[in-house]
């Protein structure tokens, strides 16, 4: 019998369809493999593979990586550092409370920040700002250089996703403000006030300039205690280096429009029994000079460089043709030594006077606390136990922002020295529970804002704060 070339003899066929030797091993060893998959062997293998990811994590975080987040980080987070008490009372309402000054964008120029990159463009770093402001996840926020385009555009929308209401209030057309956001949930507004120093009186003191600065209150009633309200207000100072004249002026109203606020609040809302008063921002003004001591360090006596830089601010003319800008500056704002008229004395005695008559004082919340949780970075240059610094821009760096609790105050009283946590909470039901860490010098490199590090040339200070009910 004859087949074509592509035929196969059955015989053929059936022999190749029986396993070889080596098949045949195969097979059996694979059987062999699934009996030996128990449901213990599988809980066996799972638990291995477990212990084998742990000891990577344990790896990486040796090594200070996080291994949940191991992609480029946006910006560094830092921790609220918990303060140390002796006891604590059992019922308190407890707020994080956040000031930050943005960096308003229509501010920035190239010349100001050389060689920060594309983190400067609005659309790198507005989702890094937002992020930021999510992870603190504060209940009250005082922001400071809000665009007013962004206010309305972004940050009223998206902080309105998270739950968030808020006022703003800025000069004029000035293309950027102030605003406090503050968490609809926990509380109600009851009253708003806008203080704008340009036109506000200052006893017989009047504005050496235009500012175009403002400050912001809110009345924040507590959704679960009706009777109580915080009052908290944020501001940004004038900014000029021989402003400090002027700065000392607008501390004032930060303070006495504070007490005239409280006072309507009373009057108009008379189930409101305890009202608690917040003020936050940037104040332009460092630990050591006449607008921060005028207001924590009471009665104020100027002297020493304090005396020395008021006085020498009284002498600078700001030129109303470029806007209160000025001319260059050729002087030096704090000069070694400064020999002053009696015109000029006599504006420095009258802005103490001023000051020493108000029945109101501040406290800052780091001042009292910072250094009982972070000692290397608390009064580095100054003796108020303030942090080193909270703006670390391309030129300068050193301490702006705070966060003040106002207090009444007899004028009968010395209060020159940094109060005590003990104070604070017995003589203001106020107990401090934490404070966000700032960076020190040696931790910082090239001026802000940074891809990776920080999106601002500010830094964001938070407090902490139970009051006690």
Same mark, same amino acid.
């Given at each position: 019998?004859?087949?074509?070339?592509?035929?196969?003899?059955?015989?053929?066929?059936?022999?190749?369809?029986?396993?070889?030797?080596?098949?045949?091993?195969?097979?059996?060893?694979?059987?062999?493999?699934?009996?030996?998959?128990?449901?213990?062997?599988?809980?066996?293998?799972?638990?291995?593979?477990?212990?084998?990811?742990?000891?990577?994590? %344990?790896?990486? @975080?040796?090594? &200070? @990586?996080?291994?949940?987040?191991?992609?480029?980080?946006?910006?560094?987070?830092?921790?609220?550092?918990?303060?140390?008490?002796?006891?604590?009372?059992?019922?308190?309402?407890?707020?994080? @409370?956040?000031?930050?000054?943005?960096?308003?964008?229509?501010?920035?120029?190239?010349?100001?920040?050389?060689?920060?990159?594309?983190?400067?463009?609005?659309?790198?770093?507005?989702?890094?700002?937002?992020?930021?402001?999510?992870?603190?996840?504060?209940?009250?926020?005082?922001?400071?250089?809000?665009?007013?385009?962004?206010?309305?555009?972004?940050?009223?929308?998206?902080?309105?996703?998270?739950?968030?209401?808020?006022?703003?209030?800025?000069?004029?057309?000035?293309?950027?403000?102030?605003?406090?956001?503050?968490?609809?949930?926990?509380?109600?507004?009851?009253?708003?006030?806008?203080?704008?120093?340009?036109?506000?009186?200052?006893?017989?003191?009047?504005?050496?300039?235009?500012?175009?600065?403002?400050?912001?209150?809110?009345?924040?009633?507590?959704?679960?205690?009706?009777?109580?309200?915080?009052?908290?207000?944020?501001?940004?100072?004038?900014?000029?280096?021989?402003?400090?004249?002027?700065?000392?002026?607008?501390?004032?109203?930060?303070?006495?429009?504070?007490?005239?606020?409280?006072?309507?609040?009373?009057?108009?809302?008379?189930?409101?029994?305890?009202?608690?008063?917040?003020?936050? &921002?940037?104040?332009?003004?460092?630990?050591?000079?006449?607008?921060?001591?005028?207001?924590?360090?009471?009665? @104020?006596?100027?002297?020493?460089?304090?005396?020395?830089?008021?006085?020498?601010?009284?002498?600078?003319?700001?030129?109303?043709?470029?806007?209160?800008?000025?001319?260059?500056?050729?002087?030096?704002?704090?000069?070694?030594?400064?020999?002053?008229?009696?015109? %000029?004395?006599?504006?420095?005695?009258?802005?103490?006077?001023?000051?020493?008559?108000?029945?109101?004082?501040?406290?800052?919340?780091?001042?009292?606390?910072?250094?009982?949780?972070?000692?290397?970075?608390?009064?580095?240059?100054?003796?108020?136990?303030?942090?080193?610094?909270?703006?670390?821009?391309?030129?300068?760096?050193?301490?702006?922002?705070?966060?003040?609790?106002?207090?009444?105050?007899?004028?009968?009283?010395?209060?020159?020295?940094?109060?005590?946590?003990?104070?604070?909470?017995?003589?203001?039901?106020?107990?401090?529970?934490?404070?966000?860490?700032?960076?020190?010098?040696?931790?910082?490199?090239?001026?802000?804002?940074?891809?990776?590090?920080?999106?601002?040339?500010?830094?964001?200070?938070?407090?902490?704060?139970?009051?006690?009910?």
């Amino acid at each position: 019998m004859t087949h074509s070339c592509g035929d196969t003899p059955a015989a053929t066929l059936v022999e190749s369809t029986k396993p070889s030797t080596k098949e045949k091993k195969k097979l059996d060893k694979r059987k062999k493999k699934l009996s030996e998959i128990t449901p213990e062997y599988i809980a066996e293998q799972r638990r291995l593979r477990e212990l084998k990811k742990e000891q990577k994590r %344990q790896e990486l @975080i040796a090594q &200070g @990586i996080d291994p949940d987040n191991l992609d480029p980080p946006k910006y560094i987070k830092r921790e609220l550092l918990s303060i140390p008490h002796s006891s604590i009372p059992e019922t308190t309402i407890d707020l994080k @409370i956040m000031t930050y000054n943005l960096l308003a964008q229509a501010l920035i120029r190239r010349s100001m920040f050389p060689n920060n990159g594309d983190i400067l463009k609005w659309n790198k770093r507005s989702p890094i700002l937002l992020d930021e402001l999510k992870h603190y996840d504060c209940d009250i926020m005082c922001l400071q250089e809000v665009d007013f385009i962004q206010f309305n555009n972004y940050w009223k929308v998206q902080l309105a996703k998270l739950g968030y209401l808020s006022k703003y209030y800025r000069s004029g057309d000035k293309n950027h403000g102030v605003c406090i956001f503050y968490k609809e949930k926990l509380f109600n507004l009851v009253d708003t006030s806008f203080i704008d120093y340009d036109r506000e009186e200052t006893g017989n003191i009047s504005p050496r300039t235009i500012t175009k600065n403002v400050g912001l209150l809110v009345g924040l009633q507590l959704k679960s205690n009706p009777d109580k309200c915080i009052v908290i207000g944020t501001t940004h100072l004038f900014w000029h280096p021989f402003g400090t004249y002027e700065r000392t002026r607008q501390t004032y109203l930060v303070l006495s429009k504070t007490k005239e606020f409280v006072k309507r609040i009373q009057t108009l809302h008379p189930h409101i029994t305890k009202t608690w008063k917040i003020f936050a &921002g940037d104040f332009n003004s460092q630990p050591f000079d006449s607008p921060y001591l005028s207001i924590t360090s009471k009665p @104020i006596s100027y002297d020493n460089r304090c005396k020395r830089v008021i006085a020498c601010s009284t002498s600078f003319q700001f030129s109303k043709l470029r806007g209160g800008d000025g001319a260059e500056d050729e002087e030096d704002p704090v000069p070694e030594s400064f020999d002053a008229t009696q015109e %000029q004395l006599d504006m420095v005695q009258q802005m103490q006077d001023l000051h020493n008559k108000l029945p109101l004082r501040a406290i800052s919340m780091y001042s009292v606390a910072y250094k009982t949780v972070d000692e290397k970075n608390a009064g580095v240059d100054n003796d108020r136990g303030e942090p080193f610094f909270s703006n670390w821009a391309y030129t300068w760096r050193g301490l702006l922002d705070y966060i003040f609790l106002i207090k009444d105050w007899e004028p009968t009283e010395t209060n020159k020295d940094v109060d005590s946590l003990e104070q604070l909470e017995s003589e203001e039901g106020v107990i401090l529970k934490s404070l966000l860490k700032l960076p020190h010098a040696d931790e910082m490199n090239l001026g802000q804002p940074r891809e990776g590090e920080y999106p601002s040339d500010h830094l964001a200070l938070i407090a902490e704060i139970g009051f006690a009910v």
